[in-house]
């Protein structure tokens, strides 16, 4: 998932956005926003916030959209009306959607030519139900850009409510990704991350905690390959243990609005900072979103070895437009940029230093880290151990 990247709500403004009859309101580190179709009356039209989460349960309206940062949820009014109509209609609302919010402009006429098939199909009858137009728009809009996804959802009045767990709130439950701290034979750290948590007094006591931990270790192995990423703000926090000095990583750019979010890395406290210690990260395909900015940042300064299969390519935030008519699309709105590269990693993924498949990445880095470690002091203890373990694994 993106999960995506996440711009915290300190970097982000109480503003009237691009898109028409919309207003965005901050409440805590989320974006509320209420979006009401042209055809209804602009009187109706106002931003609600109050008992928007609780305990991981969203309380859906109708007629109004609701955007998380980077898992956007948001909702388009329209009048009812046969499955056919239905479908054109929201194939209209959703066309408006991407030419207002999508990042890469030079390839909206490309999307709209694969948007105007869609409809032509539902014209002729070879399209007749939705989850057929939901795989026929994903398998053409994702030649264009892997992230966009169309799905079907069911219809929500304004009872309803959602009771499926958050991907925030089960990250928080699992020790905001935290999942597994050990000190391998040879005094090497090993940290399991699979999520890159919201950032608060609890998520960074948490992240604080597992760094202490390993605060003496000689080498670090972190395992990326289970992470769907998350937020910017913990990438930056996690990244403030590895760099001696505060140090800039990749912003994100909305092409709607021409602004642009900058992030830096925010230094650990001094007796914690590790910024000579050996560094790896395994990755897989899986790894994706905020989890490829982390190790596309540390790559580009040269402060970690990456170990494992190219990453899965997500280098666009997304909002995810939940229609009436029975759909939802995630949309990208905006895109990252790299200091060192200017760049980002979008559509390619992040290339390893050593590449193997995910399921080895872990004995490769782990013998780079006892190599190392059995090469710098030839007759210390903590060589002569970290050989050992080398026999024993057949590093080779």
Known sequence: MFVPLIPNSAFVSKRKNHLKNTETSNYGDIDLTVRFSDNLNKSNSNTYINDFINDGRVNLKKNSVIIFNVFFFVFCSSGQASTKENMLQFLDIFTE???????????????????????????????????????????????????FVVSVHQSFDSEQEIATESYWHRLRRKNSGFQSVQILEGNIGFLSLTGFDKVDTKSVK??????????????????????????????????????????????????????????????????LRRPQMPLYLLTSSDTFSAAEAFVYDLQHYER?????????????????????????????????????????????????????????????????????????????????????????????
């Open 206 to 271: 948490r992240a604080k905690v597992a760094m202490a931990f390993m605060s003496d270790v000689d080498s670090l192995i972190i395992d990326l390959r289970e992470n769907g990423g998350g937020s910017p703000d913990m990438v930056s926090v996690l990244a403030g243990y590895f760099f001696e000095n505060e140090i800039k990583l990749s912003s994100i750019y909305e092409r709607a609005s021409d602004t642009t979010i900058e992030f830096a890395s925010e230094p650990a406290s001094k007796d």
């Open 304 to 396: 970690a070895i990456v170990v494992g299969e190219r990453t899965g390519g997500g280098a666009n935030p997304i909002r995810t437009y939940f229609y009436e008519e029975g759909f939802a699309v995630a949309i990208p709105y905006a895109k990252a940029i790299n200091p060192v590269t200017g760049s980002n990693w979008e559509g390619i993924g992040v290339k390893p230093n050593v590449e193997v498949l995910a399921e080895n990445a872990f004995k490769k880095a782990y013998c780079f880290a006892l190599e190392d470690q059995a090469g710098s002091s030839p007759k210390a203890p903590s060589s002569l151990d970290a050989q050992k373990q080398i026999d024993s694994l057949d590093c080779g």
């Open 97 to 147: 959607n991407a030419k207002s919010v999508y990042v890469s402009e030079e390839k909206m006429e490309s999307i709209e030519a694969s948007i105007e098939v869609a409809a032509a199909s539902i014209v002729t009858g070879d399209i007749t139900d939705k989850e057929a137009l939901a795989t026929l728009l994903t398998n053409a809009l994702t030649r264009i850009d892997k992230h």
